[in-house]
């Protein structure tokens, strides 16, 4: 069976300084991950997706993401954070041969000017 | 390129009504998704379809709901004797052929059942 847990329901950071969103997965198989991102009003976008090629993995607007399968772990990092980043983070996985992602509850990031 | 759109943006109803919720993939997308997001947390996987037919359905909460997809195209969600606890956002997504292709997902459908 495939779950993800969010560690964080809400996130705060100041403009400027680093994200850090966590993400923790359980999966039976070689997992997929992904991280979408949801703005107010507006549909899903993926961030990024690890489909067990690199490790480390880079997406849009400078985020990245680490798989270490030994913390089953894939959090979610960008350096400096920008006002327009404020959104809701979902963390997401899907077993391999499985179509379905399951979604975690989901890390709602504030940026403080 | 247009995305995925889902019509109504917003469907209000009354309890123990019927309604049909509308998805239309990315062009020449094969694998068709719906999802259910409830306030407050992530989208549940409700059904995929492979071209016409579905392909799993494992997520569908009874049998109030049932989706189809007739030509591999648009999809419609459809749902009977509605109740209040089916209030929620209704998302779509399609892929390029299924598998590990990107899910792109539709803005959805906030149906409220009063």
């Known amino acids: 069976a495939q779950s993800v847990t969010q560690l964080d329901s809400h996130v705060s950071v100041s403009e400027g300084t680093p994200v850090l969103l966590r993400c923790n997965y359980s999966?039976?198989?070689?997992?997929?991950l992904f991280w979408y991102v949801q703005h107010p009003n507006k549909g899903l976008q993926l961030l990024l997706k690890y489909t067990s090629a690199a490790t480390l993995v880079k997406g849009i607007n400078g985020f990245e993401a680490e798989f270490k399968k030994s913390e089953t772990s894939f959090h979610l990092t960008k350096p400096s954070a920008h006002m327009s980043d404020a959104a809701e983070y979902f963390c997401v996985v899907s077993d391999f041969g499985n179509e379905k992602l399951t979604f975690g509850t989901g890390t709602r990031l504030t940026i403080i000017p | 390129g247009a995305g995925v759109s889902q019509t109504p943006s917003n469907k209000v109803t009354e309890k123990g009504k019927y309604v049909e919720l509308r998805c239309d993939p990315i062009s020449g997308h094969t694998a068709l998704y719906w999802y259910r997001q409830s306030l407050g947390q992530g989208p549940e996987f409700l059904i995929y379809f492979q071209g016409t037919g579905a392909a799993d359905d494992s997520g569908l909460p009874n049998d109030r709901f049932f989706a189809v997809r007739p030509e591999g195209s648009v999809s419609t969600l459809k749902i009977q004797r509605t109740e209040r606890g089916d209030s929620a956002v209704y998302l779509c997504a399609s892929s390029s052929r299924g598998g590990s292709d990107t899910q792109y997902f539709g803005p959805g459908t906030r149906l409220t059942v009063l």
């Open positions: 999966s039976s198989y070689s997992p997929s």
